[in-house]
């Protein structure tokens, strides 16, 4: 468990959180934020007939909603939502994701092979990953030094 951790393991111990929620890019931006709202995500995914064409986030409503005066319930996801998507595979590993995220300045990647999406992986699900792994080594230093360590 580190930076060389592939993501295929990061979505595995999401498990039931690993839901990528997707919307058509016909929805109204109203409705999309509704979805959003509800489930207390910061994205998602816009397939059309199950591709993915786009990703639509808070950051397109504050930017090319609000900003721009656009009216949300007639303004619809394809009309707003981030085209130029960056996808990763399973194999990619934390250190791409983080990389990937840092120099793009994103904060979700959806995660896809053989061109179906398995997850999205947050930068959240990155820290947070990399917290509990940073746990686990200081709790088994831990062990090793007050003698308890199985070995």
Do not use: C
């Amino acid at each position: 468990m580190d930076l060389k951790t592939p993501l295929a393991t990061v979505l595995a111990h999401k498990g039931k959180a690993n839901v990528a929620h997707a919307v058509a890019p016909t929805m109204t931006v109203a409705a999309a934020v509704d979805l959003l709202n509800q489930n207390k995500i910061g994205s998602v995914l816009v397939l059309d007939q199950g591709r993915l064409v786009g990703i639509f986030t808070e950051r397109d409503v504050l930017r090319r909603v609000v900003g721009e005066r656009r009216n949300p319930e007639k303004a619809t996801v394809a009309d707003v939502m981030t085209r130029d998507l960056v996808v990763m595979r399973p194999a990619s590993t934390v250190g791409d994701a983080m990389q990937v995220i840092s120099e793009r300045r994103i904060r979700h990647l959806p995660v896809m092979d053989g061109g179906k999406v398995i997850g999205v992986v947050s930068q959240g699900d990155i820290n947070h990953w990399l917290v509990r792994d940073r746990e686990v080594e200081i709790q088994t230093l831990v062990e090793y030094v007050t003698g308890k360590y199985p070995g």
